[in-house]
């Protein structure tokens, strides 16, 4: 896939790469590679996707030495546009046939490079024998700037929220029964354009026992009434940042006997994970929040995931709302919290809402309520 850019900030761009290069000396790393995909986009505007020519930001941790933009001249001719040069970055193009590895690392600081968590192998070796043998991943230095989101982000990801709301709040349109989940996904996947999104990232449609398979997607499955259904969607403004927002729906009064008690406890467990929310707080606490009123109603397990996940330019990043990780948390991170029930063969439910941390507690990014709905 090619890369393409979105409209660049510049001084908030800039501040990116200057704290970059801090928490990179801090690692004691001397240079990163970033490839194609959300770390890039974050840095610099460009989007797009690894293929199989090499494009890079290589941005070295000494900043007496620029950081350097390596792109086929192919594919550079859609960036000109970028204000690369603004943010202090020299660009570097190359045709078929030259050694853009060797054109990646001229000039860069020797030492341990960290290079970007999905580079694929292709050009991970490569770098490798073009003088980088010494590489570590970069996630853990980029979460370090990604992980609290800026007023922009948070704006950008509360109307990512809101837009999800509008669909979730017309789901009554096209769920019923005698249709399939194929179809009832086909028409939210159109909504969620509709209400803002650039694209229908994610759509699930999971219903009766159906429902009790997380990531389950759609099938023909037929929806019949008394089917409890899980709706779980989201996708990407045209920023890049993204929703994710699920609810359950009942087709009709639920034919199984004990959704009403569950779902009760299931409400109060993202409740009590929402209200652990705030600054100095483990992830951990958070999940543990969720998880101990599910267990006080014999429903541990039948509970197989974690709690949250972050959010922002990806759907899932870091934090990770799960046991056993201790990071404290702080003002600005966003992420979901979305318990859930799974009683294999039967049916499940679940309820998702991204949060963020604000100074004092929590904000939620999606307001509808959290009941069972019945349609």
Known sequence: MAVSSSTLDVTTRRSRLDRLREQADRAGVAALVVAPGSDLRYLTGIGGSSFERLTALVVPSDDAVAPVFVSPALEYAGLRHVPLADLGVEVRTWVDGEDPYALALAGAPTGPVAVSDLLPALHLLRLRDAGAADQQLAGPI?????????????????????????????????????????????????????????????????????????????????????????????????????????????????????????YAALQAAQ??????VRPGVTCQDVDRAARAVLADAGLAEHFIHRTGHGIGLDVHEEPYVVEGNDLPLEAGMTFSIEPGVYLTGRWGARIEDIVAVTADGVERFNTRPTDLTTL
Do not use: C
């Open 142 to 262: 980029l979460r370090e700037l990604r992980m609290r989101k800026d007023d922009a982000e948070l704006a950008e990801l509360r109307a990512a929220g809101a837009g999800i709301d509008r669909v979730h709040a017309r789901v009554g349109e096209w769920l019923r029964a005698g249709r399939t989940e194929a179809a009832v996904a086909a028409d939210i996947a159109a909504a969620i354009v509709e209400e803002g999104h650039a694209i229908a990232e994610f759509v699930i449609v999971g219903s009766g026992p159906n429902g009790a398979s997380p990531h389950h997607s759609v099938s023909d499955r037929v929806v019949g009434q008394g089917d409890l259904v899980v709706v779980d969607i989201g996708g990407p403004l045209a920023s890049g940042y993204n929703s994710d927002s699920t609810r359950t729906y009942a087709v009709g009064a639920p034919r199984e006997p004990d959704v009403a008690t569950a």
């Open 271 to 276: 409740q009590a994970a929402v209200d652990a």
